[in-house]
Nanobody
Framework: QVQLVESGGGLVQAGGSLRLSCAASGRTFSSYAMGWFRQAPGKEREFVAAISWTGVRIDYADSVKGRFTISRDNAKNTVYLQMNSLKPEDTAVYYC????????????????WGQGTQVTVSS
């Protein structure tokens, strides 16, 4: 089992920045690929970014490329999502997730999920 706890969400004006953190506990964090997803009201949960357990492989949704950066610190059992140039359409609950294989953009391929952190971007 892996327990995931997100933090760092909040209210920010358009053009601002936030850094989300996801702290993991339980099984060996460094052996898991990690992903960030988000879900806006009335919409399906969507992929945002993912990083392999080594940090070598990274993928982003087209909508956040060039603005968001995913990273991880295996010594701290934490994965981060640096979000810059935020837009109102980035408003959503952001979730981190873990899976025991390579990175994936598919929600159903992740085994463990956090409870989410709200990000609200005002115009």
């Amino acid at each position: 089992q892996v327990q995931l706890v997100e933090s760092g969400g909040g209210l920010v004006q358009a053009g601002g920045s936030l850094r989300l953190s996801c702290a993991a506990s339980g099984r060996t964090f460094s052996s898991y690929a990690m992903g960030w997803f988000r879900q806006a009201p009335g919409k399906e949960r969507e992929f945002v970014a993912a990083i392999s357990w080594t940090g070598v492989r990274i993928d982003y949704a087209d909508s956040v490329k060039g603005r968001f950066t995913i990273s991880r610190d295996n010594a701290k059992n934490t994965v981060y999502l640096q979000m810059n140039s935020l837009k109102p359409e980035d408003t959503a609950v952001y979730y981190c997730a873990a899976r025991g294989f390579t990175i994936s953009t598919r929600t159903y391929e992740y085994d463990y999920w956090g409870q989410g952190t709200q990000v609200t971007v005002s115009s």
